[in-house]
């Protein structure tokens, strides 16, 4: 087994990986759509309306001689070859803070330390498991998948074709029943019988009862309408549905499930995909992560407009007409309408955040009426928090002064670094994020 380690948004040179050359030419200046269809599960969501990794990000560049990892996180295998690619806050051998957010952001039983998926039989496995409910109520927002389905019936009430081969096998000598077939709309097809065969799988795993109890209702719609469920039937459903991927775009939900359902369902220690020769894994975008854990401390406070799920949309402007153009998302806007906060979370060092970073926030607070604004950011280095004024005046006329009532705010929410174990590592997590809401 060969293992390379590496940090997100860093450089290293590409002599360091020749020990993994099949996973480095798999994913090397691709972008993440043209992985869509290997066994690599890309999270939070669909390729082409993602909130965090967009379909034309990379996972590994070639700059000169080194190679650049972006914001992605997660694991990726090819036979024994394997990388694992940590974030960039992480300190020590084990990289706890992703495990933290992953487990904060999903709201998982636990977490599979990334470094011992590969050491131990079907740890990656776990950590698909985990989010299935996730994806699960998902698709089920948009109701059960219904599709036309062709079943076989032996009766005397003829509605469909007739089976002349079955029914010479079933009814030799003839009693009054003919074998046809007809064509149905039924909510018990290859989809959702793809659904109950993983749902069955999970639930004899040891976490199956912990991972199936926040879906409860939806298990149940799945059960009720699978009436044709037989667990021998496992591998012709995995079959159908390899060759049979959900192409509508209306359905993109299910079309995630499904890719996740088979994944699960096609294990074999560490592979995941359809042939042994296949890159897989699984991958998170850390600048969504970093935000959506920022959005379950402070949510009570703050609104959160996602962009790419087109929720909480603003305008810059209005047109003398009355139409409103100019189409913003802020990430937090305070929810307190007399003393309004603007807050950008920022995966990134607190010496990274600038420039555009602060005509974005600038423009978001003069639209809102903001006197104050923020960025969230992991301080993983000790540094204190930067207050920044916003001045007035101008150099030509020698008058540049700060103002007072106007001012941005880097603030740090604190990532330990001396922890003795993961349990350690989240207590200390805890009073960081104490400190850190105290001080907005």
């Given at each position: 087994?060969?293992?390379?380690?590496?940090?997100?948004?860093s450089?290293?040179?590409?002599?360091?990986?020749?020990?993994?050359?099949n996973?480095?030419?798999?994913?090397l200046?691709?972008?993440?759509?043209?992985?869509?269809?290997?066994?690599?599960?890309?999270?939070?969501?669909?390729?082409?309306?993602?909130?965090?990794?967009?379909?034309?990000?990379?996972?590994?560049?070639?700059?000169?001689?080194?190679?650049?990892?972006?914001?992605?996180?997660?694991?990726?295998?090819?036979?024994?070859?394997?990388?694992?690619i940590?974030?960039?806050?992480?300190?020590?051998?084990?990289?706890y803070?992703?495990?933290?957010l992953?487990?904060?952001v999903?709201?998982?039983?636990?977490v599979?330390?990334?470094?011992?998926?590969?050491?131990q039989?079907?740890?990656?496995?776990?950590?698909?498991?985990?989010?299935?409910?996730?994806?699960?109520?998902?698709?089920?927002?948009?109701?059960?998948?219904?599709?036309?389905?062709?079943?076989?019936?032996?009766?005397?009430?003829?509605?469909?074709?007739?089976?002349?081969?079955?029914?010479?096998?079933?009814?030799?000598?003839?009693?009054?029943?003919?074998?046809?077939?007809?064509?149905?709309?039924?909510?018990?097809?290859?989809?959702?019988?793809?659904?109950?065969?993983?749902?069955?799988?999970?639930?004899?795993?040891?976490?199956?009862?912990?991972?199936?109890?926040?879906?409860?209702?939806?298990?149940?719609?799945?059960?009720?309408?699978?009436?044709?469920?037989?667990h021998?039937?496992?591998?012709?459903?995995?079959?159908?549905?390899?060759?049979?991927?959900?192409?509508?775009?209306?359905?993109?939900?299910?079309?995630?499930?499904?890719?996740?359902?088979?994944?699960?369902?096609?294990?074999?220690?560490?592979?995941?995909?359809n042939?042994?020769?296949?890159?897989?894994?699984?991958?998170?975008d850390?600048?969504?992560?970093?935000?959506?854990?920022?959005d379950?401390?402070?949510?009570?406070?703050?609104?959160?407009?996602?962009?790419?799920?087109?929720?909480?949309?603003?305008?810059?402007f209005?047109?003398?007409?009355?139409?409103?153009?100019?189409?913003?998302?802020?990430?937090?806007?305070?929810?307190?309408?007399?003393?309004?906060?603007?807050?950008?979370?920022?995966?990134?060092?607190?010496?990274?955040?600038?420039?555009?970073?602060?005509?974005?926030?600038?423009?978001?607070?003069?639209?809102?009426?903001?006197?104050?604004g923020?960025?969230?950011?992991?301080?993983?280095?000790?540094?204190?928090?930067?207050?920044?004024?916003?001045?007035?005046?101008?150099?030509?006329?020698?008058?540049?002064?700060?103002?007072?009532?106007?001012?941005?705010?880097?603030?740090?929410?604190?990532?330990?670094?001396e922890?003795i174990?993961?349990?350690d590592?989240?207590?200390?997590?805890?009073?960081?994020?104490?400190?850190?809401?105290?001080?907005?």
């Open positions: 087994m060969k293992l390379i380690k590496v940090k997100g948004n450089f290293r040179s590409s002599d360091e990986f020749s020990e993994i050359p996973v480095i030419s798999s994913i200046d691709k972008t993440v759509s043209e992985l869509e269809d290997t066994g690599i599960f890309v999270f939070p969501n669909s390729l082409k309306e993602q909130e965090g990794i967009t379909e034309e990000q990379t996972i590994l560049n070639k700059v000169g001689q080194e190679y650049y990892s972006s914001n992605i996180m997660g694991f990726l295998g090819y036979n024994e070859e394997n990388l694992i940590e974030s960039r806050f992480s300190e020590g051998p084990q990289d803070f992703f495990q933290y992953i487990e904060n999903l709201e998982i039983p636990y599979i330390d990334l470094n011992t998926i590969i050491n039989d079907n740890k990656i496995i776990d950590l698909f498991i985990f989010i299935f409910p996730y994806y699960l109520k998902k698709a089920m927002r948009k109701g059960l998948f219904k599709q036309y389905t062709r079943n076989e019936y032996n009766n005397n009430n003829v509605k469909g074709t007739i089976d002349i081969q079955r029914h010479i096998k079933k009814n030799t000598p003839f009693i009054g029943n003919i074998a046809y077939s007809q064509r149905e709309f039924s909510y018990d097809n290859y989809i959702l019988q793809l659904i109950r065969h993983t749902i069955e799988f999970i639930k004899k795993r040891k976490e199956g009862v912990g991972v199936l109890s926040s879906i409860k209702n939806e298990v149940k719609e799945i059960r009720e309408v699978t009436t044709s469920y037989n021998m039937d496992k591998t012709k459903v995995i079959m159908f549905n390899n060759k049979r991927p959900i192409r509508h775009a209306y359905y993109k939900e299910y079309r995630e499930l499904q890719k996740l359902c088979l994944i699960i369902l096609q294990r074999h220690n560490h592979y995941i995909g042939g042994a020769e296949k890159i897989h894994g699984i991958l998170f850390g600048a969504w992560l970093w935000e959506e854990y920022i379950t401390l402070v949510n009570a406070d703050f609104y959160h407009p996602k962009n790419k799920g087109g929720n909480g949309a603003q305008r810059l209005s047109r003398q007409s009355g139409s409103k153009i100019g189409l913003i998302y802020p990430d937090f806007i305070g929810r307190n309408q007399e003393n309004r906060i603007i807050a950008d979370a920022k995966y990134k060092p607190i010496q990274n955040i600038g420039n555009k970073d602060y005509l974005q926030v600038l423009a978001y607070m003069f639209r809102f009426d903001a006197k104050a923020y960025y969230f950011y992991p301080n993983h280095n000790g540094i204190g928090d930067e207050i920044l004024y916003l001045n007035q005046g101008l150099t030509y006329e020698k008058n540049v002064q700060k103002r007072e009532d106007i001012k941005v705010i880097k603030l740090g929410l604190t990532i330990p670094k922890v174990d993961y349990k590592f989240s207590e200390k997590m805890k009073r960081s994020e104490k400190e850190f809401l105290n001080k907005i």
